[in-house]
């Protein structure tokens, strides 16, 4: 079965989304992502959407409620690399994604939870 | 209505053309408010031109359905006339009225050889009618279609001048926004910011609505959205040159903006802009 990465890096996790997001990947991820969370004890999590060019509600959702049981299991997620048609859909579909941290790519990316450890 | 008594007001117009313009220019001078030398003699011209080719149409037709082809030539000669009085700043129903006045001096000349024929005489003006009117609305028309076209050539020009995004500094951004945003401004503003920060890498976007003359409830949601939309690609947003009474409205309204930063002036924004990417500016004289 098709299955999204997810890369250690140090008390990072990065989850790099290349291919096209369908429900039930966006699922399996999120399960994927919180084992590794607890397993691993990961600080961070950096979500890299940067070739990630099509969104609709509930990948969007998705995104936000994994930033939340992130948040949960004390890691800060940070998505990165947004497109801007992808940010101006999600705008206008009213999911401006409160409570996530952004940055446009990886290494701000970094740069931004190295800063809170 | 007949082959004849088409054949007949073609003949009428032939040989006539000239007392026929005279008459159109007399009537013209009582009835539009601007009437110079200049548009005299174009008219003159014009209408020549417009009789000329009725006398050569009118009996090859029975119909008087523009769509014909055989009013093509005719057509274009109305869309040149239309689109002249449009630069003019005629308006759409001095230009028609133009048209509709050369009906007048055309009943005097059926009536005066048409006495002893009432039957036909009946029938010609009937035709004259349809075809004068069908061409009159022709012009208006056209005259509406020139206008339109300018006003959206208008608009994709004001939407191209006002929305430039300017980089102040280092991962700092300002984008000036002037006039009033409406959704379609939004979207452009929207688009232009967000790709600018893609390309410059700017954490901070300043927008500054000093040259906003109003803020209503749209208004201020089109701003959250753009906030929105920056913040998702990390880049921080800050609202400056809001005027005081601006700062009134908003509080009236009811819109919060209190997830923004907020600043009175661009240069106040700024200041705070560099102090959040790190960067300073100090005063060698001092």
């Known amino acids: 079965m098709e299955r999204i990465p997810i890369l250690r890096m140090g008390s990072l996790l990065l989850v790099t989304i290349q291919v096209d997001m369908h429900d039930r990947l966006a699922m399996t991820l999120q399960e994927d992502l919180t084992d590794r969370i607890v397993k691993d004890r990961a600080k961070g999590v950096l979500i890299d959407i940067s070739a990630l060019d099509i969104v609709d509600s509930f990948i969007g959702r998705m995104i936000s409620n994994t930033a939340a049981m992130a948040k949960i299991l004390d890691a800060k997620t940070v998505v990165v690399g947004m497109q801007p048609a992808v940010a101006i859909t999600l705008v206008e579909l009213g999911l401006a994604l409160e409570g996530v941290s952004t940055a446009l790519n990886v290494e701000r990316g970094i740069a931004m939870l190295a800063q809170r450890e | ?286």
Not at chain 2, 57 to 63: D, G, L, R, S, V
Not at chain 2, 197 to 203: D, F, K, M, Q
Not at chain 2, 222 to 231: D, F, G, M, V
Request: proline share 3%; with cysteine.
């Open chain 2, 1 to 286: 209505m007949s082959q004849d008594s088409t054949l007949q007001l073609a003949g009428l117009i032939k040989g006539n053309e000239a007392a026929l313009v005279d008459e159109l220019i007399t009537a013209m001078r009582n009835k539009l408010m601007r009437f110079d030398k200049a548009s005299e003699s174009e008219i003159r011209q014009q209408t020549a031109q417009l009789l000329k080719l009725l006398e050569l149409n009118i009996p090859k037709t029975t119909t008087h359905n523009l769509n014909d082809s055989i009013w093509a030539e005719t057509k274009q000669l109305l869309t040149e006339f239309s689109h002249a009085r449009v630069k003019q700043g005629y308006t759409p129903a001095e230009t028609a009225s133009i048209i509709f006045s050369l009906k007048e001096p055309i009943f005097k000349l059926l009536r005066a050889s048409l006495t002893d024929q009432p039957q036909q005489l009946v029938e010609e003006l009937a035709t004259t009618t349809a075809l004068f009117d069908s061409l009159g609305l022709y012009t208006i028309d056209v005259f509406q279609k020139a206008r339109e076209m300018v006003i959206s050539r208008q608009q994709q020009e004001l939407l191209e001048l006002s929305t430039p995004v300017v980089q102040l500094w280092q991962n700092v951004l300002a984008l000036p926004l002037i006039g009033t945003l409406d959704s379609a401004r939004t979207q452009v503003v929207m688009e232009n910011l967000l790709q600018k920060i893609v390309e410059t890498g700017a954490l901070i976007a300043i927008i500054d609505i000093t040259g906003v003359p109003t803020v209503d409830t749209l208004v201020a949601q089109h701003l959250l959205k753009t906030i929105a939309a920056a913040r998702l690609m990390g880049a921080d947003c800050i609202i400056s040159g809001i005027r005081p009474q601006i700062a009134q409205t908003i509080v009236h309204l009811g819109v919060n903006l209190e997830d923004v930063i907020t600043k009175a002036t661009l240069a106040d924004a700024f200041v705070i802009a560099l102090k959040k990417t790190g960067a300073s500016i100090t005063n060698s004289a001092a």
